[in-house]
């Protein structure tokens, strides 16, 4: 009997939440005897900043944090999460499996102990301000007070546009926004819903600059000490949870606007120029960021894929 | 060897407070006067104060105001109390020991990681030393203490006079 | 059979007079060798990451800020003018003490750091003006729990998170009840003042008076700074001039910005704070600080080796499956809350109690608003109960009286806490008055 513990760092009502609960119901219904799966819903046991290191010494069996998680341990990571470089899930998916590209990183992440088991969705990054006037074109964002995640994507993105930056712990920032302390937030529309904040910051804009998503992981050396026939078991489990975490999300996105609209947020829609604007303005970071993350040959290749779902 | 030590205590607490108070206040001022700011300077503000509060956590050994129960211990004979309290601070010892180990194995860990933080741009491995150096700080306050409990010149807090 | 192992050795530990931090970390190595449960490395991160929270920095500045008040002498008139508005009634300066903390409380989002603050300067005052130690500790200790109650609210932040639940709703719930407490308090002062025959205080004289309160007018500067700066300036337009409005800091950072106006206040105004006495300040407060930092990363340390082994979640899930009506349910709830309080800090308890309690609150109809503040009235509960509760440990820190007399001082106040903790579960309308009163 193998007892294996799975985090789920966000609620369990969420499509992450229950494609975690999906996964431990086949588990548990091919392997009865050889496999129990714990999901711990939340940050009771390990938060943003430690789960990473939980899973590589071997006191957590899977995690699915976001990108920027990994990005301490794996400062590579980062460059999937530059602004507008992913236009849509299907990008990712083609950057992922793509062996000199998400193949690389991930070869990266094995030599630290780290087994990737594939990727999850989270959304677009939406910009969100309080008052009355929303953020549309780039220049809205100057002098903006915007609370970001930690990490080089987000923070350099808003301080090229010219914006007050902070990167203040997410427990603070339904208050800090409510009291205006901060003026906006960027996150993805369910947790735009969760947090309540669009009742705060009633300005909504599609910007979708980042398309966030999850890699889901094992430790390494767990995952190779099973046996063949409970490893096959638990990546076809893994595959089909996946299968089905990717057909909900855009689902769970849009019920989440629903709830937003229905609560009194305004959602503006950028029309093309104001999106052209968007990456305009941004794209700079592709040169100096992303040359500096992973080296001008692997970026023009990433800009090459990515530019067949624009 | 206790006078220095008290002295680099010292030196510790001051700079992580009023470090870390500075640094707070100056980011307000700079965000909300000069609408600008430090990315970094939450995660100085917070080093700074568990730097200061362990540190402080290892003079509070010393001067014994960690909160015990001593309900049963106060009702034992004077020199059964004395084996009591002797007993007490070895376990204190053995605790602050066994955590400094603890911390440093995790030190040794996130050192061969690599990992780095991602707001200050240092090695995290830095930062977390402040565990394992802090808990053997509580490891030598409490081997002082030891031979006093052992004399029996430890005893509990004095009352407070109403 | 590992937690059976677990409670023993820290039942053991604490009873040979192993500080409590030591007892509680220790009954986790102890345990986790034992089972073999952890990797040895995971309790050395914890022992850094368990403190590695930004809100949890509102407890060391606001001990710092109270110390300054003390040294720079604002705490001196501020009691001054406490003095002089309730001179007359008997009981009158228990009732201050209460007053003041329902006031920090709405500066600070902690509790721990409202018994510091207010503690430091009320328990001197009351026992000056003839109060027993027993009353000033009582009250004070137990008061401070309004620092949770009345927003901001560090952990009706965390709840709201959690569950999902609007925090400004939350924030707004937690008012009615907050005043109710407090006025409840107030009565327990005066009645308690009375049975102790506690003397009124002299008489002062109308220039005595007057002095009073122009000594008071810097001192009474800082709270006013830190409630602008909190809840914002309103909004304005003067001819051209336009202000935008806004708050200046969060609760966290007030508690920073409380201490750097107290330091100036002290400096500037009250002339009595030098770089020595701010030095000599620094170091009196910091070993408390420690001392209470010591304790919260081993309780979260204890509470997470508990989440870890899945011992609230099977708790949780037991209560679900028993199938009963809401008022047994809420009780039930109420009764495992209390047992865990006397264990665990606010914090660990939403993260490892409401992902299972939650939903199947809300699925028996309760209100998520009304549940969240029975929630927070159970950690207020929890800050008194021993063997850990951090109220009553920085208030026998800041005092010096030893903890099994500080319990004992508690307890008539704790009753008033059980009392809430009733009318909390079973009049939700106290706690969903205010927020059904808010526009969506
Ligand atoms: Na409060
Ligand atoms: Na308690």
Not at chain 1, 122 to 147: M, W
Not at chain 3, 274 to 287: A, D, G, M, Q
Not at chain 3, 403 to 426: D, E, F, K, Q, S
């Amino acid at each position: 009997q193998t007892k294996a513990t799975a985090l789920n760092d966000i609620q369990q009502n969420t499509v992450k939440g229950q494609t975690w609960d999906l996964f431990k119901k086949l588990v548990e219904e091919r392997l009865p005897d050889e496999v129990t799966i714990e999901v711990s819903h939340g940050e009771a046991l390990y938060d943003q900043k430690t789960m990473v290191q939980a899973l590589q010494l071997g006191a957590l069996q899977f995690i699915s944090p976001v990108v920027g998680v990994y990005s301490g341990t794996f400062p590579k990571l980062s460059v999937l999460v530059l602004p507008y470089l992913m236009p849509s899930p299907e990008a990712i998916k083609e950057v992922m499996e793509d062996p000199e590209l998400g193949g690389a990183l991930f070869d990266d992440m094995r030599a630290k102990g780290i087994e990737p088991l594939g990727v999850w969705l989270n959304g677009p990054r939406d910009i969100g301000r309080t008052g009355s006037k929303p953020v549309l074109v780039p220049e809205d964002v100057k002098g903006l007070k915007i609370r970001v995640p930690p990490g080089r994507n987000y923070v350099d993105t808003f301080k090229l546009l010219g914006a007050n930056v902070t990167t203040m712990s997410w427990g603070e920032v339904p208050t800090a926004l409510r009291q205006g302390v901060i003026d906006a937030v960027e996150p993805v529309p369910h947790a735009w819903a969760a947090s309540h904040m669009y009742e705060t910051a009633k300005q909504i804009t599609r910007t979708e600059y980042i398309w966030d998503f999850y890699i889901v992981a094992t430790n390494k050396a767990w995952w190779d000490g099973l046996d063949p026939k409970v490893r096959d078991t638990l990546k076809a489990a893994m595959a089909e949870a996946t299968k089905w975490n990717w057909e909900n999300t855009a689902e769970e996105n849009r019920e989440a606007r629903a709830t937003m609209t229905a609560g009194g947020a305004t959602i503006h829609e950028l029309t093309p120029e104001q999106r052209k604007a968007w990456v305009t303005a941004v794209k700079p970071l592709w040169d100096t960021l992303g040359t500096e993350l992973v080296g001008k040959d692997v970026m023009a290749k990433l800009i090459e894929i990515t530019d067949k779902y624009r | 060897m206790d006078k220095l030590l008290t002295k680099i205590e010292d030196a510790l607490m001051l700079i992580g407070m009023l470090g870390a108070l500075t640094v707070g206040t100056a980011q307000v001022v700079m965000r909300y006067v000069f609408n600008t700011g430090f990315v970094w300077s939450e995660i100085a503000l917070v080093t700074l104060t568990i730097l200061a509060a362990l540190v402080g956590g290892s003079r509070a050994a010393a001067e014994g105001i960690h909160i015990r129960i001593t309900v049963l211990t106060e009702r034992l004979p004077a020199p059964v109390q004395r084996y009591a309290n002797t007993l007490a601070m070895t376990i204190a010892l053995a605790y602050s020991l066994f955590m400094a180990y603890a911390a440093f194995l995790y030190v040794q860990f996130l050192h061969m990681t690599g990992m780095v933080s991602v707001e200050a741009h240092i090695p995290t491995w830095i930062i977390f030393s402040i565990a394992p150096l802090t808990m053997a700080l509580f490891s030598i306050r409490y081997i002082q203490r030891i031979p006093h409990a052992w004399r029996g010149d430890e005893v509990a807090k004095v009352e407070f006079i109403d | 059979m590992t937690i059976a192992f677990l409670f023993a050795s820290f039942a053991v530990l604490l009873l040979v007079g192993t500080p409590v931090a030591v007892a509680l970390g220790g009954s986790v190595v102890l345990a986790s060798l034992w089972s073999g449960a952890l990797p040895v490395p995971i309790i050395g991160q914890k022992l850094y990451a368990n403190l590695d929270h930004f809100t949890l920095m509102a407890v060391p500045f606001f001990f710092l800020a109270a110390a300054l008040m003390e040294t720079g002498g604002i705490v001196r008139h501020l009691v001054a003018l406490a003095n002089m508005l309730v001179g007359r009634f008997r009981g009158g300066l228990g009732m201050t003490a209460v007053l003041t903390c329902m006031f920090f409380a709405a500066i600070s989002g902690s509790s721990p750091a409202t018994v510091a603050a207010v503690g430091a300067i009320m328990i001197p005052a009351l026992t000056k003006h003839g109060y027993p130690t027993n009353y000033a500790i009582g009250v004070v200790t137990t008061a401070g729990g309004l620092g949770i109650l009345i927003p901001p609210s560090i952990p009706l932040i965390l709840y709201g998170f959690v569950t999902e639940t609007s925090i400004p709703k939350l924030f707004m719930a937690g008012i009615l009840p907050g005043l109710l407490y407090g006025a409840m308090l107030m009565l327990m002062a005066r009645f308690l003042a009375r049975k102790l025959a506690v003397a009124p205080p002299e008489f002062m004289s109308a220039a005595e008076k007057a002095r009073a309160v122009r000594l008071a007018v810097p001192a009474l500067m800082l709270p006013v700074f830190l409630v602008i700066g909190i809840y914002g300036f309103p909004a304005f337009s003067l001819g051209g001039m336009t202000f935008e409005g806004g708050a200046i800091f969060t609760p966290t950072e007030a508690a920073l910005l409380c201490a750097t106006a107290a330091l100036l206040i002290g400096v500037l105004i009250y002339r009595q704070t030098t770089l020595r006495s701010l030095v000599s300040t620094v170091l009196t407060v910091t070993p408390r600080v420690g001392m209470v930092f010591w304790i919260v990363t081993n309780a979260v340390l204890f509470g997470f080796f508990l989440a870890q082994q899945g011992v609230p979640t099977a708790l949780a899930n037991w209560l679900v499956s028993m199938d009963m009506p809401v008022w047994a349910f809420l009780l039930l709830v109420n009764l495992i809350l209390i047992v865990a309080g006397m264990f665990l800090d606010g914090v660990p308890m939403i993260l490892m109690f409401m992902p299972v309690l939650f939903p199947a609150a809300k699925a028996l109809g309760v209100d998520p608003i009304h549940f969240g503040i029975m929630v927070v009235v159970n950690i207020e509960l929890g800050l008194l109960t021993p063997p850990v509760g951090l109220n009553l440990f920085v208030a026998s820190t800041i005092s010096g009286v030893p903890l099994a007399r500080v319990i004992v001082a508690v307890l008539p106040w704790a009753c008033v806490t059980l009392t809430m903790l009733i009318l909390t579960t079973y009049l939700p309308i106290i706690s969903t008055f205010l927020p059904s009163l808010m526009v969506d």
